[in-house]
């Protein structure tokens, strides 16, 4: 399907922003990795404007959720005693 859309996209130019508007719609159904790295690779490609790309951005954060990554850093660091962590905060 991603594909697809791709090859639509870039054959249609009057259709991208229809396109593109569909895929940041249906970011939160998406359940294939595959697809929804296509999904995001056309959505960062096609959207130019400013508000497209904050659009394009904040829907993309919103749809990917909380990064588990900083959850962990944040409390592996509350773990550390306090040399520790000034030792981290100084670098």
Known sequence: MAR??????????????????KL???LDQIKASQVYRAAIWIIGEYSVTPNDIDVAFTSIKGALG???LLEA????????????RHHLNSS
Do not use: F, N, W
């Open 4 to 21: 697809y859309r791709s090859e639509v996209v870039e054959t249609y130019p009057d259709l991208r922003a229809a396109v593109v508007g």
């Open 66 to 68: 909380q990064m588990p």
């Open 73 to 84: 850093s944040e409390s592996e660091v509350r773990k550390l005693p306090l040399t520790g």
């Open 24 to 26: 940041i719609e249906s």
